[in-house]
Antibody, heavy 113, light 112 residues
Framework: EVQLQESGPGLVKPSQSLSLTCSVT????????WGWIRKFPGNKMEWMGY???????SYNPSLKSRISITRDTSKNQFFLQLNSVTTEDTATYYC???????WGQGVMVTVSS | DVVMTQTPVSLSVAIGQPASISCKSS???????????LNWLLQRPGQSPKRLIY???KLDSGIPDRFSGSGSETDFTLKISRVEADDLGVYYC?????????FGAGTKLELK
C-alpha cells in the first residue's frame, strides 16, 4: 500500500524558510510524479508543485522563485522548501502523488514571530 | 490560471436524500491527449483529502456507486444519489489538465 507522511516544524518565523519532508513507503518515487498542496485557513486549496520520476520539477507561478522541491531517492523522500515566508503562508501542507489518489495526513505550519 | 467555480458553497441534506455539486471551469479541461482531467475529492473533518472520482466519471476503488460524476468541456457535476452520514465533509473539484492545477473553493456538505 502506498503511504505518504509529512514531517517538519510546525512554527516558522516570518522571512525564514519553511522546510518539509515527505516520506513515501510502498512505492518508489523514481516512478511517477510527487507533489505538494496546501490548504489555507478556511477551505482554499493550492497546488504548489511537483517533482517527477526523473527529478524534474514544475511549480505554481504564484510562488515565483520562493519554492524548491527536491528529493533523496536513497531514502524515498522528497522535500519542500519555501523561502521568505510570511503569515500568508500559514496553512496545512500535504504531499500527494500527482494523480491525487494518495495523500499524506498533512502538517500544519504556522508562520509567526 | 483556470478558475474553477464550484457551487453551492454549502449544502444541507437529509440522510437518504440526493445531493448535487456543480463545478464550472473558465476554459475547456480537455487535454491534448483527449482526456479530461477533472477530479472530485472529499475531505472529511480531521482527515486528508480523498479522491472519489477521476477523469470526470471514473470512481476510485472502494467508492460506493451512490457517487457519480458527469460533464464535459467546462461544466461538471458530482451527484450523490442517497446521502449517508459518512458523506459529510468538504467536496472539491480539481483540474489536472492545465498548469497550474487548480481547485474549486469547496462545498461543505452538512446533515439536515
Amino acid at each position: 500500500e502506498v503511504q505518504l507522511q509529512e514531517s517538519g516544524p510546525g512554527l516558522v518565523k516570518p522571512s525564514q524558510s519553511l522546510s518539509l519532508t515527505c516520506s513515501v513507503t510502498g512505492y518508489s518515487i523514481t516512478s511517477n510524479y510527487w507533489g505538494w498542496i496546501r490548504k489555507f485557513p478556511g477551505n482554499k486549496m493550492e497546488w504548489m508543485g511537483y517533482i517527477s520520476y526523473s527529478g524534474s520539477t514544475s511549480y505554481n507561478p504564484s510562488l515565483k522563485s520562493r519554492i524548491s522541491i527536491t528529493r533523496d531517492t536513497s531514502k524515498n523522500q522528497f522535500f519542500l522548501q519555501l523561502n521568505s515566508v510570511t503569515t500568508e503562508d500559514t496553512a496545512t501542507y500535504y504531499c500527494a502523488r500527482w494523480t491525487f489518489d494518495y495523500w499524506g495526513q498533512g502538517v500544519m505550519v504556522t508562520v509567526s514571530s | 490560471d483556470v478558475v474553477m467555480t464550484q457551487t453551492p458553497v454549502s449544502l444541507s441534506v437529509a440522510i437518504g436524500q440526493p445531493a448535487s455539486i456543480s463545478c464550472k471551469s473558465s476554459q475547456s479541461l480537455v487535454g491534448t491527449s483527449g482526456k479530461t482531467y477533472l477530479n472530485w475529492l472529499l475531505q472529511r473533518p480531521g482527515q486528508s483529502p480523498k479522491r472519489l472520482i477521476y477523469l470526470v466519471s471514473k470512481l476510485d476503488s472502494g467508492i460506493p456507486d451512490r457517487f457519480s460524476g458527469s460533464g464535459s468541456e467546462t461544466d461538471f457535476t458530482l451527484k450523490i444519489s442517497r446521502v449517508e452520514a459518512d458523506d459529510l465533509g468538504v467536496y472539491y473539484c480539481l483540474q489536472g489538465t492545465h498548469f497550474p492545477y487548480t481547485f474549486g473553493a469547496g462545498t461543505k456538505l452538512e446533515l439536515k
